[in-house]
């Protein structure tokens, strides 16, 4: 199984998230996305609706589901976690669809 390991920043945006979930989803690899909670709160926001729309392709047993404006292959053994570290200056607090 490939793991990806990336280290976030308030730079990333949720179209370059969206392409990582797409070979994610593709690849059926995992992916740990360090100090998540260093990326902005609207892209967070973002992020969260691409998360549940995998997640509920997941859980329909889809083979193919539509992800931000394409077909994608879904690979049901993908999986995504991520690492934190609340209460330093610049981290984001989690909007409340991803908690």
Do not use: H
């Not at 793991?3 to 920043?9: G, K, L, Q, T």
């Not at 589901?65 to 981290?91: C, H, K, Q, W």
């Amino acid at each position: 199984k490939q793991c990806v390991v990336f280290n976030c920043s308030d730079g990333l945006d949720y179209k370059a998230m969206g392409k990582f979930f797409k070979g994610l989803c593709t690849a059926g690899a995992w992916a740990c996305f360090d100090e998540f909670n260093r990326i902005d709160i609207e892209v967070l926001s973002v992020i969260a609706q691409q998360m549940l729309n995998i997640q509920n392709a997941i859980m329909g047993n889809k083979e193919v589901f539509e992800f931000e404006g394409s077909m994608v292959r879904l690979d049901p053994t993908t999986s995504t976690f991520i690492t934190m570290n609340p209460g330093y200056a610049g981290r984001t607090e989690l909007p409340d669809n991803l908690k």
